[in-house]
């Protein structure tokens, strides 16, 4: 049986799951899913498990289930490309034919002192359970710096002001403006909401140092109670060791096909590829589309197309809490209640197809 070997049950190679279960899988191939949770973690709403909104078995899907799909619950160590197999940390290897690698992204810390070991995470589930723990435990008044103003920066902070009125929660914002990059329309929306709803938005900021209790903003101290780390992202351990060609954010560069230009049956899909677009879910989910179109002309021995298409993504929804949204989609803004709507609606669908 020849091995199509997926690590991460992400967004990517979950769409990938979905396109060949469970009739496109050719009948002398057999996949192999390895991830650490035993189901898919939907990582889009890390920050609501993360802020005590929503409960843990809201933001996973189990895996899908088929007679030649075997799914290898542990931690992935290495990924050997010469021995054309996975190690793992129980010490088994896992041979494969063709390769997807999904493994998704960490916290970034830029080399800021203090930030691997006194902040928390929303990257992982079982991080985020762990800010879950550390947040809601905190007494009235406490102070929380979330350090990052990006998407899920600010919906951590808005969703967890909609928890617990009574925490004090600083927001840093490396920029001028937040959402720099976007309509001021749509910053000002967002610049409003944090501020009808008493959440302090830092702007200019650099965090500098992390101390227990004490965030270091250029020379000011500031001090905190807990700190949530959202200000970068790279990919996980096992891929950076690979060693490979990356871009400025570390992610694999790959050929149009999706594969390691020098290995035709290695592909990386996700966060861990570096594509022209920020990494997104949207933009997994996209390149999944097309590696599964590349695996089945190839499985066929058809000739792959000269060009593959440009991927084309539709743009983002983030949430304020649970009523207030905000949406940049085919270069329109859309904000309030409507965007949220959209936001619900698109996770509700996600869910449906995804079992
Ligand atoms: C709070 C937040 C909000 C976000 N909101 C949005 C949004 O609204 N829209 C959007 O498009 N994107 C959003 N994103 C980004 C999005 O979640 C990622 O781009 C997306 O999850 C990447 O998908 P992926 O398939 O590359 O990997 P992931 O979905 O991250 O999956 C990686 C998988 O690999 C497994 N894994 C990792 N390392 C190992 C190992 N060593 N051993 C075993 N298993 C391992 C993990 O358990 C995980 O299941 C958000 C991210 C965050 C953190």
Request: net charge negative; hydrophobic share 40%.
């Amino acid at each position: 049986m020849r091995k199509l070997v997926l690590l991460g049950g992400g967004y990517g190679n979950m769409r990938i799951l979905l396109r060949l279960l469970p009739a496109s899988l050719p009948q002398d191939t057999e996949i192999i899913l390895i991830d650490r949770t035993p189901f898919h973690s939907m990582k889009t709403e890390f920050y609501a498990l993360a802020a005590g909104t929503e409960s843990d078995h809201d933001v996973r899907v189990p895996f899908p289930e088929h007679e030649r799909l075997k799914v290898v619950n542990g931690e992935i160590l290495e990924i050997g490309l010469q021995e054309k197999c996975i190690f793992m940390e129980n010490g088994d290897r896992i041979a494969y034919d063709d390769l997807v690698i999904g493994l998704g992204c960490e916290d970034k810390y830029h080399s800021v002192p203090g930030a691997d070991e006194f902040t928390y995470s929303i990257q992982t589930i079982g991080k985020s359970r762990a800010t879950y723990q550390a947040l809601l435990g905190l007494p009235a008044g406490a102070v929380v710096g979330v350090v990052g103003a990006g998407l899920s920066g600010i919906e951590l902070a808005s969703e967890l002001r909609e928890s617990r009125k009574d925490l004090n929660i600083k927001l840093f914002d490396r920029s001028p403006r937040i959402l720099r990059d976007f309509p001021e329309r749509l910053s000002n929306f967002v610049r409003k909401w944090f501020e009808n709803n008493n959440v302090d938005v830092v702007s200019n900021s650099n965090i500098t140092q992390v101390e227990p209790n004490m965030l270091y903003n250029h020379e000011e101290t500031i001090p905190v109670d807990a700190v949530v780390w959202t200000a970068g992202i790279q990919p996980v351990k096992p891929v950076r060791d690979l060693g490979l060609a990356s871009d400025s954010s570390g992610r694999i560069v790959i050929n149009q096909y999706h594969q390691l230009p020098d290995d035709e049956h290695v592909y990386v899909v996700g966060d861990c590829a570096a594509l022209p677009m920020a990494p997104s879910a949207q933009l997994a989910e996209e390149q999944a589309e097309q590696i599964v179109k590349v695996l089945k002309a190839t499985w066929k021995g058809e000739e792959l197309p000269e060009t593959m298409p440009e991927i084309k993504l539709k743009g983002f929804l983030g949430s304020l809490g649970k009523k207030q949204g905000f949406a940049y989609l085919a270069d329109r803004t859309v904000t309030g209640r409507i965007a949220r709507l959209m936001k619900s609606g698109v996770l509700w669908m996600y869910k449906w197809h995804n079992g």
